[in-house]
């Protein structure tokens, strides 16, 4: 409903005519519901195309050295081996398994440093405040709790650095200029502040409870799957598992010809099947990171589904068993 009444906002946010003040309103309006929703400052909220806009406009001209978890656009910037000030980047939760960033694990920042959290899976799904986190600056993405794709934010701290990735009309605050998308941003608002009343009203861990749900079938179905990161906190939405020796690829073309779309990794690669570095760098094999599957869960989730997930992928396991055998 947002977006839709947004459509009919025409004016351009940076014009002070009566139609541009309307479209600024709906652009501030969902600064201050995503900064709410992420326990940040309104002024600290840079809108961006998505989280792999705001990490690049995060590293921009920075050395960073990168959790094993981290988001790919992350990656691009990982250069620990180069001297200089080195800015750390975290997942507060890892996109493939769940896992997320314990206590204490982000390290006080020294000087010079920066520290980059990559919020995009945590956002919406667990309790996260950008002011008491120590991090200088944070990535978040819409389509993750439910708004549209293509637009996302750079949480800054004030005082923090930060280089204009685009030049232009100095639009958000002379960090990202362009005019905005207002459309976009006004659902992302609306997305942020459905999204935290989903989680003060327990909706996530009713969703955890599915999640554990599912894993226990996936256990009776399978053999001797292993599930990454089961006895650490995770994020309550997301399952990875391990069928050793059936090829995650072949899992999720199994699953898709049953109606159920699962991944083997992150969708950062833009289709591209390869072996998890988060996996090997916790200690799994080659053969192991090959043959993970994530599967999502979310607020619409049924045990019904839950039901129907096991039994098919239940009977793919035991058609790749008979193959292997035979």
Known sequence: MAMIAAMDVVGNPSSVHAEGRAAKALVERAREQVAAALGADGADVIFTSGATEAAGLACLGRVVRCHAACHDALWVHDAAAEPGATHFAYPAAGS???????AG????????MVQIVDAAQVFGKAPFAFNWSGAQMALVSGHKIGGPKGVGALVVRRGTELA??????????GRRSGTENVVGIAGFGAAALAAQADLDA????????????????????GDQPIFVGKDEA????????IAPGWKGETQVMSMD?????????????????KESRVLRAMGFSGEEARSAVR????PTTTHEDIERFVDAWGLAHRKFRERAAG
């Open 234 to 241: 995770r994020l309550p939405n997301t399952s990875c598992f």
């Open 96 to 102: 493939e398994t769940g896992i997320m960033l314990r």
């Open 257 to 273: 010809l049953a109606g159920f779309a699962i991944s083997a990794g992150s969708a950062c690669s833009s289709g591209k099947v």
């Open 164 to 173: 204009a990735m685009m030049q232009g009309g100095g639009q958000e605050m």
């Open 295 to 298: 599967v999502s869960l979310g």
């Open 105 to 112: 694990e982000l390290a006080p920042a020294g000087d010079g």
């Open 202 to 221: 327990g909706v996530w861990a009713q969703v955890a409870d599915l999640r554990d749900k599912l894993e226990t079938g996936i256990e009776a179905a």
